[in-house]
């Protein structure tokens, strides 16, 4: 009665309505009222119609279909009782959804689109702002939005893009400007006074300067194919005395030029940045740029304390006691102890003198210089439908050309209405005396300001159909193959998958896709703390990237197994990943395939990207780690943590106890437990693995413990236990593979409605070896991705 | 990392500024290139320029006062603009002095008299400068508030001198004590600023037939986006709508930017980076500055020559060794005649700018006329870091309130009782800058 009577307070009457509902509550509302809140969720404060708070209601679900929920010890419904819940739930949650139809382009589409509509590569978007995301990706309809700044430079874009599809790039030279934040110079380098991380030690330290912390790493755009010149400027200086040093200049992981870098004959103030530049012909597209200081601790004078020493007499030390203005007797007593205290200072550099090396402190690109003029012959002969390439057009080339041309970049079929409007745009600027490509140029420059450009607006049908299909595997517009079978209206997604999985343009996957689900693209911007993790630096940063790209690219390529991604023996390496790994046997700056048998890394859990993206900037974090494959890998995120959860204390870890004696603290607390108990222990078999995925068997002065034991009492340890708990979840894993590919592909988050779909993917997928393609494929054929707009 | 790509301000700052209502370059571009409107009177313009190091003042101060006073060596470039001079003796930065890091207290303190605090990271913390001040009262009327220049690219970073942030040397504008307007060094970014990223044509038929042709792209597209709304479902074009609101939005934007008539047309071509030589670059910063001006797109500017500290080297003056380095020359003979070269080489510059400020014609006199430039150093005597008794020019007019054609010497003041009159001049209320302990007199008169 009690139960009854308590219901009657907090449920609002449309949901007591319903018997399941009052089931629900009666279970429930005790712990999850305003008063308790287990586990953050108030019922009392949650909307009554499910529709409303959607997203909590979801996760209600999820947690009461895995069975979480009531937890051990409370009285349980009985299972049909139960059942009766979860299916009301998710009728509420299935009932009056709409999606949107209207999905604008985001950055990187709009510039792949723009590519392949007109054969120009600009990449105008790069300039855009910023595209939000949700659910893990910026392709969502919801969440892509349109400000007035965005359609501004969405105007001027079309502007340059029609101009040069029409006229050439017409690219006067261009400097850009890439400035490092903070010159990573180093500022410990004296063997004798201070511990020095083993790598850059004076002893044993990277010779090619690529790992240094002064070196400079950078992938760049270059707009055309044209002369360029790469002017670096360093800072720092090579003390007098010391032989010449070095600065090497890298492109696309050759080494192409060399320039001395001399000592310099004054010192303090005298820092003196300087710069060497190199001009050199590029192809247009990304290049990798490097500048490095190789050799940088040898030639030193002898008192620096570094190999191979100078031969060169160093000249006479200035004396400190002299270097200070003399004051005046009656100078104030602050005066005279500060002057006092620059002499101790001085004297104290002179006996301890620190070489603070060489760093890159700001790099300019400018060009292209002489490059092509007038459009590209690939721009012509996508613009120009009449085929008059050398510009002698007839009467009605006007009307083929921005008629075949809307057809592209509208991706559908045009009405004679669309064409006269368009013409006529084209007409009355040859009226105001234009040339006739300006004409063509102004139709153009409308159609990428047309919100049938900008935005898919999704509908029944094969063209439909082929834009969903293109947007999903190669983040662009359809090929001709594809809008010449929408139009015959005889387009089979399932036909035109594996094509389009062999086309290098399925790249987009590796970028776009696994970019964002594995957080890839947040390694661009982690920061691990230079002072605990010396050994990250942008050279390994960058391979890090291209580890975790080049595995992902290779699933594609070779149509591999998706438990590949779990429980691979092998990955892609260069020689500076290698040493991080400690494997030995790789040598130099290309990526190769390496074999990891015997080895303490297989799969991209033990990848040092994503060791690194799913830690903190100073410590590793097995709630982090764990929630990362909770969400990521099996699937089941856990829910954000109650308000007022008392933080860890950071300084404490590693100093008085054991990060795992002080996480296992905070799970004696009920409520941290029902979710802890899920992430922690999947963190903990990683711990081998520091903040920045190096090995290691201590953290401060403790031992590692890897072991860890799941709810269910599954234990593990170590990489090797977590890849077999992994291996026995793989449906798990391709269910939660199956789903991510479902958001990004649909651009929207999924629904109760979609889970079916999600169940029949995963069990194809596993009739077929959780191939790659056979995920693909799933989606496809998917009744969500086959009606997205329709209904 | 921060990449810049042919643009001053980083994207999130954009972002940040463009409250709806500030018209971007693109807008600009698309206004109607109608000639100036009627004759106006010309603004006042405020000018400052620095050169480190100090001077070899034994070649710069005039030994006669008043208007018969002789051009020395250093100032032989500016003879022919001797009547738009005043040479300023006695001036003093006394902020600057104190133990080691005179060239960067000298860099802090040069336009606003305030002595630095001493850090190597952040939180630097100066005054702010007075081409600040004037730009915030005056800033509104034009479309750039003021505009930062300098010649010497390569910013340094960390700890420049003894002690003090490299900030104080980078830049010599303070938006405010803590915030440092840092100057653009390239000549393709300041372009760009001025007159946006679009490559315009200069040939007013063709520009006014591609503002056509903007035009009548906007209006397909707000048809095409207005009739697209209205085939959706309501709860489906949510998205449209928000597309269309953007163009009603630009359309506004475009309308008001018609009204105010102003002219965009640049009078030169853009340049494509920054030029080896020291002086061709410094050539390229004056003609945009000029045209900054002659376009009222600013009032205020500021131009670092060189930054305080400068090891800059001048192989074209047939010797390498660095700048700051021979400024320490403890009385030696050949190295104190170097550096009255470089000074030389300096003041070269600087008078191209006020010949060509003096060419063009406004109003009822010259550009220089309705102009007021300062140049000088924040030391004197860079071999014992002397802080007063600074080398300081005056050129222009104010707009008559100035009479020059003149050498001042005054027993001493500070330099910043120099800018509260010049701020008087431009009509900015200001009782203190820094150090100041009231106006300079004689600057119209005796």
């Known amino acids: 009665m009690k139960g009854i009577l308590l219901l009657a307070m907090l449920v609002p009457t449309a949901v007591a309505q319903s018997p399941a509902a009052a089931l629900f509550h009666q279970h429930c509302a005790a712990c999850h009222s305003a008063r308790t809140a287990s586990g953050g969720l108030n019922l009392e404060s949650l909307s009554a119609s499910v529709g409303a708070d959607r997203d909590k209601w979801a996760r209600i679900l999820k947690r009461l279909e895995a069975g979480e929920m009531p937890p051990a010890g409370r009285p349980r419904p009985h299972p049909a009782e139960l059942h009766r819940i979860t299916t009301w739930i998710a009728g509420e949650l299935d009932r009056g959804r709409t999606h949107l139809k209207a999905r604008r382009l985001n950055r990187v589409e709009y510039n792949n689109t723009v590519r392949d509509l007109l054969g120009v590569d600009l990449r105008p978007a790069s300039d855009f702002p910023q595209d939000d995301s949700a659910f893990g990706f910026d392709n969502i309809a919801e969440s892509l939005s349109v400000s007035p700044l965005l359609l501004e430079k969405q105007m001027a874009a079309a502007e340059r893009i029609a101009r040069a599809a029409l006229f050439g790039q017409d690219l006067k030279p261009q400097t850009t400007r890439i400035e490092v934040a903070i010159p990573r110079r180093m500022e410990i380098t004296n063997p004798v006074k201070l511990t020095v991380p083993a790598y850059y030690s004076m002893a044993d330290y990277d010779v090619t300067g690529l790992s240094q912390p002064g070196a400079f790493h950078l992938t760049h755009r270059f707009p055309a194919e044209g002369d360029y010149v790469i002017r670096v400027i360093g800072a720092g200086n090579r003390p007098a005395g010391s032989q010449d040093g070095e600065i090497t200049f890298w492109i696309d992981g050759r080494l192409v030029q060399r320039f001395p870098v001399p000592e310099v004959m004054m010192s303090g103030f005298e820092r003196r940045p300087d710069f060497w530049e190199i001009r050199t012909r590029l192809t247009a597209g990304p290049h990798e740029i490097i500048a490095a200081f190789p050799r940088q601790f040898e030639g030193l004078p002898p008192r620096f304390r570094g190999p191979n020493p100078s031969k060169k007499q160093e000249p006479p030390l200035p004396d400190p006691t002299k270097a200070f203005r003399e004051l005046p007797p009656d100078a104030p007593p602050g005066k005279i102890e500060e002057r006092r205290l620059a002499i101790a200072r001085a004297k104290d550099q002179l006996a301890n003198p620190r070489f603070e090396g060489l760093a890159v402190m700001e790099v300019e690109i400018t060009g292209p210089h002489s490059p092509r003029k007038g459009p590209s012959p690939e721009s012509l002969r996508r613009v120009l439908a009449c ?323 799941l709810p269910d009492g599954r234990v593990m340890e170590g990489l090797g236990g977590l890849r077999s708990v992994l291996r026995q979840d793989r449906d798990a894993f391709a269910a939660c593979l199956a789903e991510k590919l479902m958001t990004y592909a649909l651009g929207r988050g999924l629904e109760r409605a979609d889970q079916d779909a999600v169940k029949e993917i995963v069990a194809r997928a596993a009739a077929a070896d959780y191939r790659f393609s056979s995920l693909i494929l799933g989606v496809v054929n998917s009744r969500p991705f086959q009606q997205r707009g329709g209904q | 990392m921060r990449v810049i790509t042919g643009k001053y301000l980083p994207r999130r700052t954009v972002l940040r500024s463009l409250g709806g209502s500030i018209a971007l370059p693109f807008l600009d571009a698309m206004m109607p290139a109608l000639g100036r409107a009627a004759q106006v009177k010309p603004p006042v313009r405020l000018i400052f320029g620095y050169v480190p190091n100090g001077i070899m003042m034994r070649d710069w101060t005039p030994k006669s006062e008043g208007g018969a006073f002789e051009i020395t060596r250093i100032l032989k470039p500016l003879e022919a603009h001797r009547q738009d001079m005043l040479v300023l003796t006695g001036l003093a930065h006394r902020t600057g002095e104190g133990p080691a890091g005179d060239h960067a207290r000298a860099g802090g303190t040069y336009l606003t008299g305030v002595s630095p605090k001493r850090t190597t990271s952040a939180d630097v913390e100066v005054g702010i400068s007075v081409d600040q001040v004037a730009a915030q009262v005056l800033g509104n009327r034009t479309r750039l508030p003021s505009l930062e220049l300098g010649c010497e690219a390569t910013r340094m970073v960390g700890s420049c001198d003894a002690g003090y942030s490299c900030a104080y040397v980078n830049s010599m504008s303070w938006r405010s004590a803590t915030s440092p307007n840092p100057p653009e060094t390239n000549p393709r970014s300041v372009f760009e600023r001025l007159y946006g990223s679009l490559d315009i044509d200069t040939d007013p038929a063709v520009q006014a037939r591609l503002n056509a042709n903007r035009k009548s792209v906007l209006d397909y597209v707000r048809d095409r986006t207005g009739e697209l709304a209205r085939t959706l479902a309501p709860a489906d074009r949510r998205k449209i709508d928000e597309y269309l609101t953007a163009i009603r939005d630009i359309e506004k934007r475009i309308a008001r930017a018609e009204n105010e008539n102003r002219e965009i047309t640049p009078s030169m071509e853009k340049p494509a980076g920054i030029p080896l030589l020291f002086a061709d670059h410094v050539r390229l910063m004056h003609d945009l500055l000029i045209v900054a001006l002659q376009a009222d797109i600013t009032r205020i500017s500021t131009l670092i020559y060189a930054k305080e500290g400068s090891t800059r080297s001048y192989p074209e003056l047939g010797f390498s060794d660095p700048h700051h380095p021979l400024t320490h020359h403890r009385n030696n003979e050949d190295w104190m005649e170097k550096v009255t070269r470089i000074n030389l080489h300096h003041m070269e510059q600087f008078a191209y700018l006020i010949g060509r400020m003096k060419s063009i014609r406004e109003g009822d006199g010259s550009l220089l006329d309705h102009s007021m430039v300062v140049y000088g150093s924040s030391i004197s005597d860079g071999n014992v870091h002397a802080h007063h008794n600074l080398p300081v020019v005056l050129l222009g007019r104010g707009d008559g309130s100035i009479k020059p054609g003149r050498h001042l010497t005054y027993g001493e003041k500070p330099m910043t009782n120099l800018y509260l009159t010049l701020l008087d001049r431009m009509g900015v209320p200001a009782e203190k800058l820094g150090d100041s302990s009231g106006k300079l007199e004689h600057l119209a008169g005796v």
């Open chain 1, 387 to 709: 085929g008059h390439l050398d510009g002698r057009h007839q009467a009605g080339c006007r009307r083929l050309i921005v008629g075949t041309l809307a057809q592209r970049a509208f991706r559908r079929p045009v009405t004679a209405k669309e064409v006269d409007r368009l013409e006529a745009l084209a007409a009355s600027t040859q009226a105001r005396g234009g040339p006739f490509e300006e004409g063509l140029a102004v139709a153009v420059q409308a159609m990428l300001v047309s919100p049938d450009f900008l935005f898919r607006l999704e509908s029944q049908g094969p063209h439909a159909l082929a834009s969903r299909l293109s947007y999903f595997l190669w983040s662009t517009m359809p090929d001709d193959e594809l809008l010449r079978r929408a139009g015959d209206g005889a387009i089979v997604a399932a036909n035109e998958a594996p094509r389009m999985l062999a086309d290098p343009r399925s790249r987009a996957l590796v970028e776009n896709f696994a970019g964002q689900w594995l957080e890839i693209r947040r390694l661009e911007s982690v920061q691990p703390d230079r002072d605990r993790f010396p050994d990250f630096d942008e050279h390994l940063r960058a391979s890090m990237i291209k580890e975790t790209e080049l595995f992902f690219e290779n699933l594609i390529r070779e149509d591999r197994s998706i438990v590949d991604l779990i429980d691979a023996d092998y990955t892609f390496l260069n020689e500076r990943l290698a040493r991080h790994y400690g494997i030995a046997g790789v040598s130099g700056t290309q990526f190769r395939r390496v074999d990891l048998k015997g080895t303490r890394r297989g799969g991209v859990l033990a990848h040092a990207g994503i060791l690194t993206a799913s830690s903190y900037a100073t410590r590793t974090s097995p709630v982090l780690r764990g929630k990362w494959i909770l969400e990521n890998i099996l699937n089941a995120p856990p829910p954000p943590p109650p308000p007022n959860v008392p933080a860890l204390d950071e300084q404490a870890v590693g100093s008085s106890a054991s990060l795992k004696a002080q996480l296992e603290q905070h799970r004696i607390n009920p409520v941290c437990a029902s979710c802890h108990a899920r992430m922690d222990p999947l963190g903990f078999a990683l711990e081998n693995y520091d903040a920045v995925g190096a090995w290691r068997t201590q953290d401060g002065k403790f031992a590692i413990d890897a072991r860890g034991a």
